[in-house]
């Protein structure tokens, strides 16, 4: 496509750039193209079979989050804007970002390339980005808000410390189990019960626990892990300090120890109203079935959030669902589902987003 020889690599994602050979804004276009741990279940004749190895383990590998569709679109405005590159000023940098959905213990995607200097030489001015969903969104409906588009994630470790014994003799040790299944039901009130809904939601959910091997014995520990989702930067500090409290004292009030850690997540995925207010009419004109500029916030969490932190972002979704995109009683088969079947027929809109918020963004900047 004749790209520029400042393209290349950084934080193992690719980059791009579009110049069009007269001065002007630069502007960011970011895909992700990681695929997930899920096995295939759509039948489809094109369904991935693809397996990895991960920690020595075999696994398949299926694009449940649609970051193909992402791929797919970008590659798409990249072919236009490289062919025509007489209908705009400045540049447009292609950011193919690996890992958005993140592996343990290591930075995420975004994370790498923003500190590979990918928003800089050239310095990036807005960057705009999008994600296909399974929602009540009509196949081709484009949706955004202002401020907090997505949720910040955060995820916590509980380590409840019991005492070893026969299943027969409870009282001879400290059964954790049952300080575990307490401390779930506890954590459900936080949200229920200490959070003030009006002013933003939350989400605190378990989603794996750790415990046993036998029925007759009651183990020494346990470990829950869970994931906690908030839009405010206060209601986030309120929920942590509530977790680790919530563990810790019913673990003490049965006698017992429980470890609460932190790892955090990413943050708020952040719309610029400016930017929001600016290019909503580009948005509006090649949305072919429909809008909502005030869509709810969704409490997934993106890294697209550490590009918002750096530059004026706008970050918006694609509904893509079809016929096969649910089952025979309506429901969807949503993002990260083994029957995710996303709408094709959508990816013509989200090429010409992409393309436009990038041309009207070029050339209507004053610099
Ligand atoms: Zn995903
Ligand atoms: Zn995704």
């Given at each position: 496509m004749g790209l520029s020889p400042k393209s290349g690599i950084a934080g193992t994602g690719v980059v791009a750039i579009i110049d069009s050979g007269r001065p002007g804004p630069v502007v960011a276009l970011r895909a992700d193209m990681d695929a997930l741990p899920i096995e295939e279940q759509t039948g489809l004749p094109f369904a991935?079979?693809?397996q990895t190895t991960v920690d020595g383990k075999k696994i398949s590998a299926m694009h449940a989050c649609g970051h193909d569709m992402h791929m797919a679109?970008?590659?798409?405005?990249?072919?236009?804007?490289?062919?025509?590159r007489q209908?705009?000023?400045g540049q447009v940098k292609l950011l193919f970002q690996p890992a958005e959905e993140g592996l343990p213990n290591t930075s995420s995607g975004a994370e790498r390339m923003v500190a590979d200097g990918v928003l800089d030489h050239p310095k990036v001015d807005a960057m705009f980005g999008l994600h296909v969903g399974i929602t009540p969104a009509r196949s081709g409906q484009l949706s955004w808000r202002s401020n907090g588009i997505m949720a910040a994630g955060d995820s916590f470790n509980i380590e409840i410390k019991g005492r070893q014994t026969h299943g027969a003799l409870p009282w001879q040790g400290n059964d954790p189990i049952v300080i575990a299944a307490q401390t779930v039901l506890a954590?459900?009130?936080i949200v229920?019960?200490?959070?003030?809904?009006?002013?933003?939601?939350?989400?605190i959910s378990v989603g794996a626990i750790h415990a046993g091997q036998r029925g007759n014995v009651i183990p020494e520990s346990v470990q829950m892990n869970g994931t906690i989702r908030t839009f405010d930067p206060a209601m986030r500090?309120?929920?942590?300090?509530?977790v680790r409290d919530t563990a810790k004292y019913i673990a003490q009030a049965s006698n017992a120890e429980a470890v609460v850690t932190f790892d955090p997540g990413y943050p708020i995925n952040w719309n610029d109203p400016a930017l929001v207010q600016q290019m909503a009419g580009t948005l509006k004109r090649v949305a072919r079935n429909g809008f909502d500029e005030n869509v709810s916030a969704s409490p997934t969490s993106e890294d697209f959030a550490y590009y918002t932190q750096r530059v004026p972002s706008l970050f918006f979704f694609l509904g893509v669902n079809g016929k096969a995109s649910s089952d025979a009683q309506g429901a969807w088969f949503a993002n990260h589902s083994p029957r995710f079947n996303p709408d094709e027929e959508a990816l013509t809109t989200g090429?010409?987003?992409?393309?436009q918020l990038a041309v009207d963004y070029l050339n209507a900047k004053k610099n």
């Amino acid at each position: 496509m004749g790209l520029s020889p400042k393209s290349g690599i950084a934080g193992t994602g690719v980059v791009a750039i579009i110049d069009s050979g007269r001065p002007g804004p630069v502007v960011a276009l970011r895909a992700d193209m990681d695929a997930l741990p899920i096995e295939e279940q759509t039948g489809l004749p094109f369904a991935a079979k693809a397996q990895t190895t991960v920690d020595g383990k075999k696994i398949s590998a299926m694009h449940a989050c649609g970051h193909d569709m992402h791929m797919a679109m970008l590659l798409g405005a990249a072919q236009w804007l490289s062919t025509h590159r007489q209908h705009f000023r400045g540049q447009v940098k292609l950011l193919f970002q690996p890992a958005e959905e993140g592996l343990p213990n290591t930075s995420s995607g975004a994370e790498r390339m923003v500190a590979d200097g990918v928003l800089d030489h050239p310095k990036v001015d807005a960057m705009f980005g999008l994600h296909v969903g399974i929602t009540p969104a009509r196949s081709g409906q484009l949706s955004w808000r202002s401020n907090g588009i997505m949720a910040a994630g955060d995820s916590f470790n509980i380590e409840i410390k019991g005492r070893q014994t026969h299943g027969a003799l409870p009282w001879q040790g400290n059964d954790p189990i049952v300080i575990a299944a307490q401390t779930v039901l506890a954590l459900q009130t936080i949200v229920s019960r200490n959070i003030d809904l009006t002013r933003a939601p939350a989400v605190i959910s378990v989603g794996a626990i750790h415990a046993g091997q036998r029925g007759n014995v009651i183990p020494e520990s346990v470990q829950m892990n869970g994931t906690i989702r908030t839009f405010d930067p206060a209601m986030r500090q309120q929920i942590l300090q509530r977790v680790r409290d919530t563990a810790k004292y019913i673990a003490q009030a049965s006698n017992a120890e429980a470890v609460v850690t932190f790892d955090p997540g990413y943050p708020i995925n952040w719309n610029d109203p400016a930017l929001v207010q600016q290019m909503a009419g580009t948005l509006k004109r090649v949305a072919r079935n429909g809008f909502d500029e005030n869509v709810s916030a969704s409490p997934t969490s993106e890294d697209f959030a550490y590009y918002t932190q750096r530059v004026p972002s706008l970050f918006f979704f694609l509904g893509v669902n079809g016929k096969a995109s649910s089952d025979a009683q309506g429901a969807w088969f949503a993002n990260h589902s083994p029957r995710f079947n996303p709408d094709e027929e959508a990816l013509t809109t989200g090429v010409e987003a992409l393309t436009q918020l990038a041309v009207d963004y070029l050339n209507a900047k004053k610099n």
